[in-house]
């Protein structure tokens, strides 16, 4: 049985506590009034000469809050011809047009400055749900397909899951205060007005997908999600310990089995909205129908990733009986299979987008290469190039160093794809990268740490009574040497 | 032409088969080829042959393939033929590149394929109207051959063989 050693677990609290100190500090130091944003704005004009561009950024990202009643096309002029305008403003003060819409910017900077410490938060804590939740699939995959390969590594996986419950409820309360406190402004839908043709906030295009976006559907879908996910994975952690001392002919397992087809059939549902939901309705006017594929792939090599980090952890701990080098060479496979499939999504994505050439879809692609450049290609750079050649050698796929120094390159690079989803539409031009977002990394890592060691330590290691479990012990990948621990006892 | 001799050792269960070439390996007799209806995996590797370098030539008949895709989308493209590309006419091959990168995954993919499979032709000895060399056409259907050249061991070796579980030994000539 593994230990979960007291030196890991203060980590994992210490993580914690600094990082809710950081989100805390990032919340205080969020401006409170607009009278703080236009200071924050003018102090960052006067470090750089990019003042106009700033503001001009701004008014592009401005989807619902100050364009409310042109259709897409015409959207995109006006904001060119905003950023004309206001680019002029800033050379020339006395403007009194492009003062007015200051004002107007000024306020909308104002929520985008809000959304900062929201936004750091909501990236980690997607990430993180979204990992823990793919992993959750991949397991339930792995029991639908009876494959033979991973049962070493169930309890590993079904560890990682454990940090569902704590994401999932952290997510719930983020939800509630998107939807029903109303305390950001990341959803820019949920305004006032939005749905109100006498308001001047009001916003055809998005009343016209009022039928999906609508506070209490979303509220509710977003809660459906959550509890579909967390029900499997209770339901399927439970019985899968009880499957070791079963011994009932395989009528647990069976009755694992089925549940896991169940569950991918409303996985596959549930995360395609939720990408919906949860990230494409940040920017209400845009849509892509792959999204939700797009999600999936970058969630699924992060999870695959998280997988063999984890194990070679444990691995390294002695703590997982039966593994050998077969089972990681199998997970960087994974790595590197779902790195290419990945940006052959968001390629498939991009590349339609780009060559059609229409302004209501481009303005995705449009906000995030002007504002985003630096991550927007260091994220293909480290999601595609660096895998792909790290990983295509065979042989390099069972070295553990390898496989973490590739996974950390996968694991930042599908965190900054999930920034550069979510910041261009909460917090436009002023993104950066500092308190406010590493404290969220370091805060869901704590939680991370604790949930899922501390649910590796409770079980048995290996699932005794699952029918595979010989095969997986076994398992050789014919073309590679086993050269690590526990892997002279077999071949 | 001094004939030589060879033991044709025959089995039919590929782990059979896997398991006496081991314990041949093993009395190391070097064992000249094993004709086989499937691949079976593993078998390269308890016959001692050292690992194959196709997949380095795969990846760089890959690169040869996107340099050509490269190459020939430029030319067709932008140089002999300049196209306005979804309505942006830049006429430079970077900025429509986005454009251009299904026909180099093809490419690459298509060079990368064909050369390695002819390559595998070539260095297996396999060309058009060349006469089949397997010394025994079961070998296509149910049975594995293992072929041992004899160098005053005849006896030693079948004793060994018939014990590996053969389920045929024959000695025949080779010229």
Known sequence: ?491 | MESSKVIHAFYNDDEVLLDAVKAVKSEHYHIEEVFCPFPVHGLDKAMGLAPTKLAITAFFYGITGLSFAIWMTNYMMIEDWPQDIGGKPSFSWIENMPAFVPIMFELTVFFAAHLMVITFYMRSRIWPFKKADNPDPRTTDDHFLMEIPIHNNEEALTSLLSKTGAVEINIVDKH
Do not use: C
């Not at chain 1, 750089?48 to 008014?59: E, I, P, S």
């Not at chain 1, 569902?164 to 820019?188: E, G």
């Not at chain 1, 509220?219 to 994975?233: D, H, P, Q």
């Open chain 1, 1 to 491: 049985m593994y230990q979960f050693s007291g030196k890991l677990k203060s980590l994992s609290i210490i993580l914690t506590v600094v990082g809710l100190i950081g989100i805390g500090y990032s919340f205080y130091t969020a401006p409170g009034s607009i009278e703080d944003a236009k200071e924050i704005i003018a102090n960052q004009s006067s470090h750089g000469d990019d003042h106009g561009n700033n503001h001009a950024d701004a008014a592009h990202t401005a989807i619902s809050d100050s364009d409310s009643h042109h259709d897409a096309s015409v959207e995109a002029d006006s904001h060119h011809g905003a950023e004309n305008t206001h680019h002029e403003g800033a050379k020339d003060v006395s403007n009194h047009e492009a003062h007015n819409e200051h004002d107007a910017h000024a306020e909308h900077a104002f929520h985008q400055l809000q959304n900062k410490p929201w936004s750091a938060l909501y990236v980690s804590l997607f990430f993180f749900l979204g990992i823990s939740l793919l992993v959750l699939a991949f397991y339930a995959a792995q029991r639908v397909a009876q494959s033979g390969w991973s049962i070493v590594l169930f309890r590993v996986m079904e560890a990682i899951t454990a940090n569902l419950v704590p994401t999932s409820i952290i997510m719930v309360l983020v939800i509630l205060a998107a939807s029903v406190l109303h305390v950001n402004h990341m959803f820019p839908w949920m305004a006032e007005g939005v749905f109100d043709p006498s308001s001047p906030n009001y916003d055809a295009i998005v009343d016209g997908k009022s039928w999906w976006m609508n506070v209490p559907g979303w509220t509710i879908r977003s809660i459906v999600y959550l509890v579909i996910w967390n029900a499997y994975r209770w339901f399927i952690r439970k019985n899968s310990i009880a499957e070791d001392t079963a011994n009932d002919n395989q009528k647990t397992y069976k009755k694992n089995y089925n549940a896991s087809v169940i569950f991918l059939f409303l996985f596959m549902i549930s995360e395609s909205m939720m990408s919906w939901d949860w990230i494409m309705g940040l920017d209400p006017h845009w849509f892509s129908t792959l999204f939700g594929w797009y999600v999936l792939a970058s969630l699924l090599v992060s999870s695959l990733t998280v997988v063999a980090f984890v194990t070679i952890y444990l691995r390294s701990k002695n703590a997982i009986p039966g593994i050998n080098d077969s089972h990681i060479h199998d997970l960087a496979k994974f790595m590197f299979g779902f790195s290419v499939f990945w940006t052959y999504l968001w390629f498939a994505q991009f590349m339609l987008i780009w060559y059609a050439d229409i302004p209501e879809e481009t303005t995705y692609f449009v906000a995030r290469f002007n504002e985003y450049k630096l991550p927007f290609i260091a994220m293909v750079v480290m999601n595609f190039v660096f895998p792909v050649l790290l990983l295509l050698n065979s042989d390099y796929k069972s070295i553990p160093w390898f496989v973490v120094i590739g996974g950390i390159v996968i694991l930042g690079g599908h965190y900054i794809d999930i920034f550069v989803m979510i910041m261009p539409a909460t917090v436009g031009p002023f993104w950066s990268f500092g308190i406010a977002e590493f404290s969220a990394i370091l805060f869901f890592l704590g939680i991370f740490i604790y949930t899922v060691f501390s649910a590796f330590a409770k079980v048995n290691p290996i699932p005794k009574g699952n029918p595979f479990l010989e095969e997986s012990e076994h398992f050789h990948y014919y073309n590679i040497e086993h050269r690590g621990e526990g892997s002279g006892d077999h071949h």
